[in-house]
């Protein structure tokens, strides 16, 4: 019997990845790679550009297929899920897509309603009801639920699309690049709602990111990916005290040490900074 101090429960862990090989044509992403996300943390996934950050969101949800290796989600081993229980167990995780990934034909209320239709059977009166209460809970106002994505801002997008996430109340959200395109006031602001909701609704995040300011503002724990694996995985200290040259580079370069001292700073400053 595996003593008590070793053995590892899976229900501390929302995903686990095991060994994973991903590639396309003769070219490895992926080459074995492990990773552990914790139930209720925010997980950072840091890399270079082209490493397979997307690729590994994208391997977890199902819509590129791996050549080997496991992958469990939020208990179930996904290989040996059948068509129906996979299909419930999509609806315990919501994804918010590189640049929303809005439907440009549907309105905002539309779009929130896109993952409804497909997984529940309620009136259409409720699904309004339902729409109108995950764009307050996004911050959007409600005269947005009838606006296209092409009448929105960045950061409305960015809204309406995680209030899309959000719209079965999954378990498990998925960032990808969440801040991108982003102003920093309003990156920061996106920050602070993510934060939130994570610790309203008890969700797990995976967040896919470049964004340093988001790393230190509210990961509890951070990955980075180089040469197809999981190189180092802990907390923003850790990473920091960290000696691998490519971990070095970017949390010591000068854009890391710019917001590292930011952060540090008294309020007096960071009023300075920001006005």
């Given at each position: 019997?595996?003593?008590?101090?070793?053995?590892?429960?899976?229900?501390?862990?929302?995903?686990?990845?095991?060994?994973?090989?991903?590639?396309?044509?003769?070219?490895?992403?992926?080459?074995?790679?492990?990773?552990?996300?914790?139930?209720?943390?925010?997980?950072?996934?840091?890399?270079?550009?082209?490493?397979?950050?997307?690729?590994?969101?994208?391997?977890?949800?199902?819509?590129?297929?791996?050549?080997?290796?496991?992958?469990?989600?939020?208990?179930?081993?996904?290989d040996a899920l059948d068509a129906k229980a996979y299909r419930q167990l999509e609806r315990r995780w919501g994804v918010l897509f590189q640049?929303?990934?809005?439907?440009?034909?549907?309105?905002?209320?539309?779009?929130?309603?896109?993952?409804?239709?497909?997984?529940?059977?309620?009136?259409?009166?409720?699904?309004?009801?339902?729409?109108?209460?995950?764009?307050?809970?996004?911050?959007?106002?409600?005269?947005?639920?009838?606006?296209?994505?092409?009448?929105?801002?960045?950061?409305?997008?960015?809204?309406?699309?995680l209030a899309r996430a959000l719209a079965l109340d999954p378990e498990l959200l998925f960032l990808d690049e969440p801040t991108s395109g982003?102003?920093?006031?309003?990156?920061?602001?996106?920050?602070?709602?993510?934060?939130?909701?994570?610790?309203?609704?008890?969700?797990?995040?995976f967040m896919v990111t470049h964004d340093l300011d988001s790393l230190f503002a509210i990961c509890d724990r951070v990955a980075a990916l180089?040469?197809?694996?999981?190189?180092?995985?802990?907390?923003?200290?850790?990473?920091?005290?960290?000696?691998?040259?490519?971990?070095?580079?970017?949390?010591?370069?000068?854009?890391?040490?710019?917001?590292?001292?930011?952060?540090?700073?008294?309020?007096?400053?960071?009023?300075?900074?920001?006005?």
């Open positions: 019997m595996t003593p008590p101090h070793v053995r590892q429960k899976t229900a501390e862990y929302a995903v686990r990845v095991r060994d994973v090989v991903v590639g396309f044509d003769t070219k490895l992403i992926l080459k074995g790679l492990d990773l552990d996300i914790r139930k209720g943390e925010v997980l950072g996934f840091v890399g270079g550009s082209g490493t397979g950050k997307s690729v590994l969101t994208r391997t977890i949800l199902g819509l590129i297929k791996k050549r080997s290796g496991m992958i469990e989600v939020l208990g179930h081993d996904i640049q929303g990934a809005l439907f440009s034909g549907l309105t905002v209320r539309q779009n929130i309603q896109v993952p409804m239709r497909e997984y529940m059977r309620v009136s259409q009166k409720l699904m309004d009801e339902l729409a109108m209460l995950k764009l307050a809970m996004v911050g959007l106002p409600p005269d947005a639920a009838h606006k296209f994505p092409s009448e929105l801002s960045g950061g409305m997008i960015k809204r309406a699309a982003l102003d920093p006031i309003g990156a920061a602001e996106f920050d602070d709602l993510i934060a939130d909701l994570q610790k309203s609704l008890g969700l797990t995040v180089a040469e197809g694996k999981v190189i180092a995985i802990g907390t923003m200290s850790q990473m920091l005290a960290a000696e691998h040259p490519w971990l070095r580079a970017y949390f010591h370069g000068k854009r890391a040490r710019q917001v590292s001292a930011l952060m540090a700073a008294p309020a007096p400053v960071l009023a300075a900074q920001k006005g």
